[in-house]
């Protein structure tokens, strides 16, 4: 299938690793510009470059944080002065740490607010003039199967990540008269990282391994296994590309079956 991005301007953040570097990969497959960020210089120059060397195309590696606005706001100035356009936008984060109720104070779950909330709010509301000018764009969240269904011990991803997913649903009504596509992709488990650190939290208080943990979760996807971050990439290029032409307001599952949810 051809996606039709090449040449065209993607930022995707937190795209150093896991889910935001498997969709600038497939986008950079494609022959799109991608523009990836995250909070260290290192890492996401390293990124870059690996992505260079594999695909052979444009990308801009920036330093910013999520968390913070004007940071946000640096990141896309230095996008729109390099290109002069911005055709999609990946919202991404890593996530808040993880706990019960109990566990956080005010503190925490403002932190938490900034960090996986806000940045959506920030980051959409920052590219918006740029895609009416273009005359459309389509973005993507990233978010997790929580949305659906809360996960023990992810309260405070469960509460803000559910909060993106509205502001999705609505915003795609809204824009859509800009020819603007919002969407959202609810990873299940896929192999990150943040889903190893994950797992590794639920053994130390459950007093099992790791990848006891891992098989358990593994016994409970239909197809039998945890997902790929290139599988997620190509979802998330699919999403942002006019091949999806005429999806907005959904929120996706790449979760290999194991949401029991029917909508």
Do not use: H
């Not at 190893?196 to 891992?214: C, H, P, Q, R």
């Not at 307001?249 to 979760?255: K, T």
């Amino acid at each position: 299938m051809d996606l039709q991005i090449k040449d065209k301007v993607f930022m995707v953040a937190a795209a150093s690793k896991g889910l935001g570097f498997g969709i600038a990969r497939e986008l950079a497959l494609n022959g799109a510009i991608v523009c990836i960020a995250s909070r260290t210089k290192a890492e996401i120059e390293k990124a870059a470059e690996n992505l260079r060397k594999e695909t052979g195309a444009t990308v801009l590696a920036s330093v910013f944080d999520a968390a913070n606005a004007e940071s946000i706001k640096n990141w896309i100035t230095e996008v729109e002065t390099a290109f002069e356009r911005i055709d999609g936008l990946v919202v991404n984060a890593g996530g808040p740490p993880p706990g019960n109720f109990d566990d956080f104070t005010d503190e925490q779950w403002q932190s938490a607010f900034n960090l996986t909330l806000m940045s959506a709010v920030r980051l959409i509301r920052g590219v918006l003039p740029y895609m009416r000018n273009a005359d459309g764009g389509s973005i993507v969240t990233v978010t997790s199967m929580s949305v659906k269904e809360p996960i023990n011990r992810l309260l405070l991803s469960n509460v803000f990540r559910s909060g993106v997913t509205s502001l999705v649903k609505s915003l795609s009504v809204e824009l859509a008269k800009d020819q603007i596509r919002v969407n959202n992709l609810m990873p299940g488990r896929i192999d990150t990282d943040r889903v190893k650190s994950l797992d590794n939290n639920i053994a130390e208080k459950s007093g099992v391994s790791a990848e006891e943990i891992k098989k358990s979760f593994e016994a409970t996807i239909p197809l039998g296994r945890y997902g790929t971050i290139e599988e997620f990439g190509k979802a998330g290029a699919f999403l942002l590309s006019p091949a999806a032409s005429y999806i907005t307001g959904v929120s996706l599952a790449v979760d290999g079956g194991i949401m029991k949810t029917v909508w």
